[in-house]
Every structure is written in structure tokens, then in C-alpha cells.
């Protein structure tokens, strides 16, 4: 096939994988899809982490979180992780994020501020929301060895994204989205780094 090149070198860019390891915690980017957050309720079943963060409040430009009865994804991300036995003392509250750079942000503030040690955390998203997830995370916990697992999505996996007009857009939107997020992402962690953080996040 002449784009079988062009196909694994998106394929090897976007999609991350790696496998469980014991870890301090198992972070949630905010979302309206339940699989990476059902995973992160099995890894925690499995005993891989004894904390998790979902973080959300809702997406940038929009007024309130798309599920009816939830005031954040937080929220209803609780709300799943509880119904899939989790307890509620074993979840940490990050509640304000409008986007994933924010996810990261506000993640390594709660962590902080509960003084906890985080040496290594499992990052459970979507399987083409990975790599952006990562670089981000990545930025804003440095100390911290960060493993990706993702979940199971028919249409959207590293294996079958580009057999649909669907599962293309959501993978190439995600190339796109990184070049026009990551110079910002990069300055304002440079600029954290060098201890000049910017007023935004």
C-alpha cells in the first residue's frame, strides 16, 4: 500500500502503550467517554494504584459539561468510577480543568497541595488522545515515571484509525491540535522550569 509509510508514521506518533506497573496513582484526564475511565477502575481493582485524579471541569468555549446532572467530568467521572467499585476515599478531586494541558497542570497542583509523593503514576486515556496526554502530563509532573494505558476504542485503536472517515479525522485532529498547542505548552513549562511561571494556566 504507496501510505503504508505516511500510516505508521502517524501511528507511531499519536498511540502510546505501555503495560501496568505498580504505581502511586493512576491519573484520568476529563472526558464524556467512560472506557479510559473504567480502565483506570480495573487497574485500580487489580491493585496497580491506591489513589486515583480524574480532572475536569469542561471544555474550553463551553458553558457547562455535556451529561445532563453533572456540573463537571469530574463528577460524573466519580460517579463511574464508584459504580465500578471504587470507594470514594481512593479518589482526588480536580474539578476546574478546561482542557489537557490543564488536566496536567491542575493534577500536579492537587498533588501538591495533598503532599504526596508520586514516583511513578499510570496515565489512562483514550488510545489516540495518548500522545498529547503524555507530553502534557509529562511537562507538569517531571519527576514523576509516567506509564500510558489506554483503552479499548473499536474505530479509533492504533490498528484500525485510519479504515474509517471518523477514526481518521480523530487521529489527524489530534496531529493537528498538537502543533497548535505545544509552542504555548512549551513556553509556559519552560517558564515554570526557570521559576518565571506565566499567569495562565
Same mark, same amino acid.
Given at each position: 500500500?504507496?501510505?503504508?509509510?505516511?500510516?505508521?508514521?502517524?501511528?507511531?506518533?499519536?498511540?502510546?502503550?505501555?503495560?501496568?506497573?505498580?504505581?502511586?496513582?493512576?491519573?484520568?484526564?476529563?472526558?464524556?467517554?467512560?472506557?479510559?475511565?473504567?480502565?483506570?477502575?480495573?487497574?485500580?481493582?487489580?491493585?496497580?494504584?491506591?489513589?486515583?485524579?480524574?480532572?475536569?471541569?469542561?471544555?474550553?468555549?463551553?458553558?457547562?459539561?455535556?451529561?445532563?446532572?453533572?456540573?463537571?467530568?469530574? =463528577?460524573?467521572?466519580? @460517579?463511574?468510577? $464508584? &459504580?465500578?467499585? /471504587?470507594?470514594? %476515599?481512593?479518589?482526588?478531586?480536580? !474539578?476546574?480543568?478546561?482542557?489537557?494541558?490543564?488536566?496536567?497542570?491542575?493534577?500536579?497542583?492537587?498533588?501538591?497541595?495533598?503532599?504526596?509523593?508520586?514516583?511513578?503514576?499510570?496515565?489512562?486515556?483514550?488510545?489516540?488522545?495518548?500522545?498529547?496526554?503524555?507530553?502534557?502530563?509529562? =511537562?507538569?509532573?517531571? @519527576?514523576?515515571? $509516567? &506509564?500510558?494505558? /489506554?483503552?479499548? %476504542?473499536?474505530?479509533?485503536?492504533? !490498528?484500525?484509525?485510519?479504515?474509517?472517515?471518523?477514526?481518521?479525522?480523530?487521529?489527524?485532529?489530534?496531529?493537528?491540535?498538537?502543533?497548535?498547542?505545544?509552542?504555548?505548552?512549551?513556553?509556559?513549562?519552560?517558564a515554570a522550569e526557570e521559576g518565571h511561571p506565566h499567569d495562565n494556566p
Amino acid at each position: 500500500m504507496a501510505m503504508q509509510g505516511f500510516l505508521r508514521a502517524v501511528t507511531d506518533f499519536i498511540f502510546v502503550r505501555d503495560e501496568p506497573a505498580p504505581a502511586d496513582l493512576l491519573l484520568i484526564p476529563g472526558s464524556s467517554h467512560s472506557g479510559h475511565v473504567m480502565l483506570a477502575a480495573e487497574l485500580y481493582r487489580r491493585g496497580f494504584a491506591p489513589l486515583l485524579l480524574p480532572s475536569g471541569f469542561h471544555a474550553a468555549g463551553e458553558a457547562h459539561f455535556s451529561l445532563p446532572g453533572y456540573e463537571s467530568e469530574w =463528577a460524573w467521572m466519580r @460517579d463511574v468510577l $464508584l &459504580r465500578e467499585g /471504587v470507594p470514594p %476515599e481512593a479518589i482526588l478531586r480536580e !474539578d476546574q480543568a478546561l482542557c489537557t494541558w490543564h488536566n496536567a497542570v491542575y493534577s500536579a497542583r492537587v498533588i501538591a497541595a495533598q503532599g504526596l509523593r508520586i514516583r511513578r503514576a499510570i496515565l489512562c486515556c483514550k488510545p489516540y488522545h495518548a500522545r498529547r496526554a503524555l507530553f502534557y502530563y509529562q =511537562a507538569a509532573l517531571p @519527576d514523576t515515571e $509516567l &506509564r500510558v494505558c /489506554v483503552s479499548d %476504542e473499536p474505530g479509533f485503536n492504533a !490498528d484500525d484509525w485510519y479504515r474509517t472517515p471518523e477514526g481518521r479525522s480523530r487521529v489527524l485532529g489530534e496531529v493537528t491540535r498538537l502543533g497548535r498547542q505545544i509552542p504555548d505548552v512549551l513556553e509556559e513549562a519552560l517558564a515554570a522550569e526557570e521559576g518565571h511561571p506565566h499567569d495562565n494556566p
